[in-house]
Each structure stands twice: as C-alpha cells, then as structure tokens.
C-alpha cells in the first residue's frame, strides 16, 4: 500500500512532458551525452568496419577460391543486401519496442556474423554469413540516429549526428589499417579471415558498455511512461532547471491544451503530408550511395587500375591499393570534420547540394585520370579525383543524409522512417556494388566515372527540388505539435 502511494507521489510530481523535451533541448552537454554519443559512434564504426573490409578482403579470397565473378559480386554484395532487411525491421521494432532493446540485439547478431563469417567453409557459405551480419549492421543506423537525435540538444543536434556518422569514415580507416599490418606482416592469402573476424572484437566491448544506456525518455513519453522519461531526463538535465520549465509551463496551464495524440504508422510515411519529407530523406540518399559504395568499397580495386597497374605481385599489389585506400580515408574524416563545423552554420541543404557538386567534380577526374593513364598510370590524377570524392562527399550528403531522416519525422515513426531512408539508401549502394565490375568491365573505368557522376547529379536536382531546412528547429517544431495553444 505504501509502496502503491509513493508511486502516485512520484507521477502526481512529474514535469509536463513539454518541459522535459525543453530540458533536453536547452540541455548542456554533460557525461550522460557524450555516453550515450560515444557509444551510437562506435556503433557506426564498426558498420563502416565491416561493409568496407570485404574490399581488402576480396582479392585474397578470390585467390584463395578462384571465385567466378558471380560469386565475387555476391560476397561484395551480401552485407549490404542484408542491412536493407537490418534498416527496415530494425527501425520498426525500435519504435515498437524501445531503442535500447534493438540497441542491444543488433549487436550481438554483428558479433555472431563477424565470427561466422571468419570460419565460413567456402564462398557460399560466406555469402549468407555476411548476409546475416548485414541485417545487423543495417539495424544500427535508425537505432543510432534515433538515440542521439532524442539526446542532444537542439543547437547541437546537427553536429552530434554527424559527429557520430563520421565513426563511419574511422571504421574504414581501421580496416585498412587492419589489412596493412596484415598484409605487410605476415602476408599471406588465409589473413582475409582474421581481417574479417576482427570487427567482433571492439564489438563485445561496445555491447558491454551499451548496457549501461538508458531508455528514450522522448520514447518513453510517446508511451505514456512520463515517470520513467523524467528519471532519464535527470541524468541530463538538472532537476532546478527541469523544474523551473514546468513552472513557466503551469503557468500557460490555461492556454494549454493537450490534443489527442495522432496514431502514426508506417503508411503515413507515405501520406501527402510526409511524401515530399520522405523522398528528400530517401532518393538523394539512394543515388549517392550508387556512387558512395560503388567507388568507396572498390577504391582498392579502383587504384589497382588506375594507379597500380603495373605491379605483378598480387598481395603486393593489394598492400599498396590498399595503403593508398588508407591514406585517402584520412579526406573521408576531413569531410566529417568539414560538416560538423558547417551543419548547424550554413545548414543541411547547402552542404548536400555543394557535397555532390564536389562528387561530380571528383569523378570527372577519375574518368580523366582513367582515359590519359592508357600507357603508364596518372597516380596524380587518381588520387587528387579520390580526395575531392571522399573530401566533399562526406562533407555533404553521405553526412546530410544521415541526419535529416532522424529529423524530419515525429518521435513515433522516427525509426522506422529512418530503416526506410537507410533500406532504400543501401538498395542503391547494392546496385552500385553489383554494377560498377560489370560496367568497368564493359565499358571501362573511365565512361564508369562518368556515370557515376550522373547519377550524383541526378541526387543534386531531387535535393534541390524537395530542399526542406532542419537547422536549428527542436524536432518537435519541426512536425506541428500535439499541443495546441487556445484563445
């Protein structure tokens, strides 16, 4: 009976749930932020770890197999066919069952898969392995972006986003790196496996800690666990401050008026009212991912041909692709670094459609450099296409596209329009991916450049005509409230 009254005292004190999202949103940064920051980062890392490593890896298993290019262009693809099915699903559950829940069990499926896939039989077995560990890599991305989207304040919330996506650019590096010391140490056709299997350890660490995260208290609120979203917020936001809102909000008590929620589901993403949201957070993020994967997963490859090509050795010849690969993932962080400085100044569109401006620039000089290096390699006009490439591309739109699906959507279907955003972005990075050997081989590397930079161009108009500015707006002025203000 005791225990029944304490509890009526606890939710009879709670803040009005508008003063807990303005705590969050007026919050400063503290430990509880960059905990919950920090481990939605390494989550993308080890993503970007493992979509990125099969590059490096391919050419030795190729060796090691004798792979035909059907089976070469499965294993390239399997991950990334399996994070589409990871995107959707796992943005569903998370706004059905909470992001901790998904946090948690998109992890250890990542864990599984990575070790799976170091002890797989032969390339078939490969293929459904890496299909496996896709569907976790997959559930990250909504996951992710919902945890740091409902956390950060709302000045910041640009720049925590893609301070968190440009792990992704750290995983690539750390694959390579991986791939370096391998290759140079003990060189050998059997390391692919060890390069393969190495993602599940930082993983285990990263689920270790993710235990210790709490729930979404904007979730929490959304499912009427006002109590719960207050305790959460307390670990963010000083109880004074959250208490003084609630005064200023008791204090409009009469202007007040809390309306029914609306149901939201998945339909409605696709209503008249969220469509043109919908296609600007999804069709931009599909043509770029054409390019982003097609040219970001075989850049090893890419510089095989256009820098490299006249090395004999194969494992020496993957050793300094891949070193190359390295050294230009360095312009990936630039660009990072680039869009946290600039997102929450100049905003989401300009830098998405100045991002794939600088893609096609980027492009049209690999396909130079591909067309004058016929008789000895352009090395300088390869790599300088790379960096321009890697430098405004993520500086842009692989870093807006990110963000503006955790933005542009309400608390109850944020997840699940972020697996769609993320589904259809990675359906484009599988078509790039499957595409970019059959064309290089058909039509060669440099009318491949080329219409690669047509597509970006094709994700430059579609931003421009369904341009919508997120910068600076909490996310729930950005969807009308549910709070309606009377006369």
Not at 168 to 193: C, E, F, H
Not at 374 to 385: D, E, L
Not at 449 to 459: E, I, P, T
Request: aromatic fraction near 10%; charge should be positive; include cysteine.
């Amino acid at each position: 009976m005791a225990s029944k009254s304490h509890s009526n005292q606890i939710r009879k004190a709670s803040a009005h749930p508008t003063a807990l999202k303005r705590a969050l949103d007026e919050s400063t940064l503290n430990t509880a932020h960059w905990k919950v920051w920090g481990l939605s980062a390494t989550g993308v890392m080890l993503d970007g770890f493992d979509l990125f490593v099969i590059g490096i890896a391919l050419p030795l298993i190729k060796l090691q197999w004798n792979l035909s290019a059907l089976q070469v262009g499965a294993i390239a693809c399997a991950a990334v066919f399996g994070s589409m099915f990871g995107a959707v699903f796992g943005g569903v559950l998370t706004d059905r069952f909470g992001r901790k829940a998904i946090y948690l069990l998109d992890l250890i499926v990542f864990i599984v898969g990575s070790l799976l896939c170091a002890f797989a039989s032969g390339p078939w077995s490969l293929i459904l392995f890496r299909f496996f560990l896709g569907i976790g890599v997959g559930a990250d991305y909504p996951i992710c972006a919902s945890y740091v989207s409902e956390f950060m304040p709302s000045r910041l919330r640009g720049r925590m986003l893609i301070g968190a996506f440009s792990f992704q650019a750290v995983g690539i590096i750390l694959a390579a790196l991986v791939g370096i010391i391998l290759l140079g140490v003990t060189p050998a056709i059997s390391d692919w496996r060890i390069l393969i299997g190495f993602g599940a350890l930082p993983a285990i660490i990263v689920l270790i800690f993710r235990t210790k995260v709490p729930e979404s208290p904007r979730w929490l609120m959304e499912h009427g666990r006002l109590d719960e979203a207050q305790h959460v917020v307390e670990q963010f936001v000083p109880a004074k401050k959250i208490k003084e809102l609630d005064h200023v909000i008791a204090g409009f008590a009469l202007r007040i008026s809390v309306q029914a929620p609306k149901k939201l589901g998945y339909a409605d993403l696709f209503s008249k009212k969220f469509l043109p949201r919908t296609i600007l957070a999804s069709v931009p993020w599909f043509l770029m991912d054409i390019a982003t994967y097609a040219v970001g997963v075989f850049t090893p490859v890419l510089l095989s041909s256009l820098a490299f090509d006249d090395v004999n050795d194969p494992i020496r010849k993957d050793f300094l692709s891949t070193t190359g690969a390295a050294g230009l993932g360095v312009f990936l962080v630039l660009g990072f670094i680039a869009n946290m400085l600039l997102v929450d100044r100049v905003g989401r569109m300009r830098l998405q459609i100045v991002g794939f401006v600088g893609m096609v620039v980027g492009l049209g000089i690999l396909a130079w450099s591909a067309m004058t290096g016929t008789n000895s390699p352009n090395v300088a006009g390869a790599f300088i296409g790379f960096m321009i490439f890697n430098l405004l591309m993520n500086m842009g739109p692989n870093a807006t596209t990110f963000v503006l699906p955790a933005e542009l959507f309400p608390t109850k279907i944020r997840a699940s329009a972020h697996g769609l955003c993320s589904a259809v972005g990675k359906l484009g990075a599988l078509l790039g991916l499957f595409l970019l050997p059959i064309v290089q081989e058909q039509c060669g590397t440099s009318l491949t450049m080329l219409l690669m930079a047509f597509v970006c161009m094709l994700g430059l108009a579609v931003t421009s005509i369904f341009a919508q500015e997120t910068r600076g707006r909490s996310l729930e002025d950005i969807e009308p409230s549910e709070v309606g203000i009377t006369g």
